[in-house]
Structures are given as structure tokens and as C-alpha cells.
């Protein structure tokens, strides 16, 4: 129940966040380290990445492939982020620099979220231990 209460959390934040990509591109843009080519394409394909993990996620025919995607994608905006943060500002925003260097190690509780609620298997209860005097399984 709780790694499904968390999916739920996650893909929602995955969806304001893709939505954020074209509600307010300017922001985005700025992030983009100058060295990327495109940067416009590059937040449009961002925020489409994002609804799609977020909706792949939710489906468990797709969920294992939306996660790798979702980590795949985190790894990938990991320099804009870092960009911002060397920057000292984030365009758009009134993040402080103290939240611009948060922002870098919480990409990992980012990741190590999508493994467990996409990737990691569910697993019950461990089977009982046998008692006394039960045979082994198999033998």
C-alpha cells in the first residue's frame, strides 16, 4: 500500500513538473548549460519525458521501462541543474543558492524513489522458517 501511495506522489509530481515545461519554457531554457545544442527542443523533449514516466509509471505494463526512463532522465538534467547551482541563480525563480546546491543531491532521492516504486520488485512476506523436527524444502 505505501510503495502505491508513493507512485501515486511521484507521478504526480513527474506531471506538474512536464506540464511546468511548457507553461513557463523561459525557465527551463535558462537552466540548459550554453555547451547543448537546442536548447527549446531539449526542454519540449524533457517535459514529454516526464508526463510519459509519470503515466508510465501508474501502468504496470509499462512501469519498468518508464522507470528506467524516469532514471535515464534524471541523469540527464542532472548538468542543467548543476548549471543553475555553479550560476547561483535559476531564472524565473527565487530559489536561493542554498536550494540551487539542495537541489543536486535530492536528484538522487529522486532516482533511489523511482527504483523502488517502478523498478524494485514487490515482494511479499518471506515465506515461515520451518520448525523443529521439519524437514527441509527439497530434501
Known amino acids: 500500500m ?14 506538474v513538473a512536464g506540464i511546468n515545461h511548457f507553461r513557463v519554457p523561459d525557465a527551463y531554457i535558462a537552466m540548459i548549460p550554453g555547451w547543448l545544442p ?10 514529454v519525458c516526464e508526463l510519459m514516466g509519470a503515466i508510465g509509471i501508474l501502468l504496470p505494463p509499462l512501469r519498468l521501462a ?10 540527464a538534467v ?24 539542495l537541489r543536486l543531491p535530492f536528484q ?4 533511489a524513489w523511482v527504483a523502488w516504486v517502478a523498478i524494485a520488485e514487490e515482494r511479499g512476506p518471506p515465506p515461515p522458517e ?10
Request: net charge positive; glycine share 16%; aromatic share 12%.
Open 38 to 47: 537546442w536548447p527549446a527542443g531539449l526542454n519540449l523533449v524533457a517535459g
Open 2 to 15: 505505501t510503495r502505491i501511495v508513493f507512485r501515486w506522489l511521484l507521478a504526480a509530481f513527474f506531471i
Open 108 to 111: 538522487g532521492v529522486l532516482i
Open 78 to 101: 542532472f548538468p542543467a541543474n548543476l548549471h543553475v547551482a555553479l550560476m547561483g541563480h535559476m531564472p524565473g525563480t527565487g530559489f536561493t543558492q542554498a536550494t540551487l546546491w
Open 130 to 139: 520451518p520448525g523443529p523436527g521439519t524437514p527441509p524444502a527439497g530434501g
Open 66 to 75: 518508464a522507470g528506467w526512463g524516469l532514471i535515464a532522465l534524471l541523469v
